[in-house]
């Protein structure tokens, strides 16, 4: 048996004072800095929108300069497709999806390049800006192309003049291609390169004595006997 161990008020005093021990003597991990905030994210994320929404002018001017035109005929009595095995028509479907995986893979670089902490505000700033550029720049296309009164351009060509169809986008999923794509390379850039959580080791719970040659992992309370 062994006299009452009291604790000193300089030791008590000091232990207060004293950090929390690590576990497995591996060295106490700061605590990884909080994020922008949810306010901020917001507002980040409505920005992205709005620039990509706008964006989607350029997308549609070079769509309605690219995209092949359908050339069709009139005679007295109708309007006819002048090739009627033509592919021009999927090939206009096909540039609108090519120039959308190009804006989408060049606006989920810029985004992750401008945040690359991400976050969920922001992956659906990229998503809904995608989707609103991919429409503006389907109805700027269509303004822009050949008008849509077929009858009053056939009469103004003429019998047997071939003259260019209205511009169309007929797989109305192809407005899907710059969101997608604008995801995906977000997503695997942040996979790729993106901030990693901090790792750290836990050791035996008796590491958390202090004192060496101890078998108590914590002082024991005033007045009480240790053997």
Same mark, same amino acid.
């Given at each position: 048996?062994?006299? /009452?161990?009291?604790?000193?008020? @300089? ?9 929390p021990p690590s576990y497995g003597g591996? %060295?106490?991990? =700061? ?29 549609g001017l070079l769509w309605g300069k690219?995209? =092949?035109?359908? =050339?069709?005929?009139?005679?007295? @009595? ?15 479907? $096909? ?15 810029? +985004?992750?390049?401008? !945040? !690359?902490?991400? $976050?969920? %505000?922001? +992956?659906? $700033? ?5 989707? &609103? #550029?991919? +429409?503006v720049a389907w109805r700027l296309g269509? &303004?822009?192309? /050949? $008008? ?8 103004? #060509?003429? /019998? ?14 192809? &407005?899907? #291609? ?6 995906? +390379?977000?997503?695997?850039?942040? #996979? ?19 004192? %060496? ?5 914590? =002082?024991?309370? /005033? ?5």
């Amino acid at each position: 048996m062994t006299a /009452p161990h009291t604790p000193s008020h @300089k030791h008590s005093a000091d232990h207060s004072r004293t950090a929390p021990p690590s576990y497995g003597g591996a %060295p106490s991990v =700061p605590e990884e800095e909080d994020g922008p905030g949810l306010q901020t994210e917001l507002i980040q994320a409505a920005l992205v929108a709005v620039v990509l929404t706008v964006s989607g002018a350029l997308f549609g001017l070079l769509w309605g300069k690219l995209a =092949p035109r359908v =050339p069709l005929v009139a005679d007295d @009595k109708a309007v006819f497709l002048k090739e009627i095995e033509g592919e021009q028509a999927i090939g206009a479907d $096909g540039t609108f999806i090519l120039l959308a995986l190009g804006f989408g893979l060049v606006s989920g670089a810029a +985004v992750f390049l401008w !945040r !690359r902490r991400g $976050g969920i %505000p922001l +992956v659906v $700033g990229l998503a809904l800006g995608g989707l &609103l #550029a991919s +429409v503006v720049a389907w109805r700027l296309g269509l &303004l822009l192309g /050949p $008008g849509d009164d077929v009858v009053a351009r056939a009469k103004e #060509a003429g /019998p047997g003049v071939a003259f260019d169809a209205p511009l169309k986008l007929n797989a109305i999923g192809a &407005l899907l #291609a710059w969101p997608i794509a604008g995801l995906a +390379v977000h997503l695997g850039l942040t #996979a790729l390169f993106g901030p990693r959580d901090p790792e750290f080791a836990v050791g035996p719970y008796h590491a958390l004595n202090e004192e %060496p040659g101890r078998n108590h992992p914590y =002082p024991p309370e /005033p007045g009480t006997r240790t053997e």
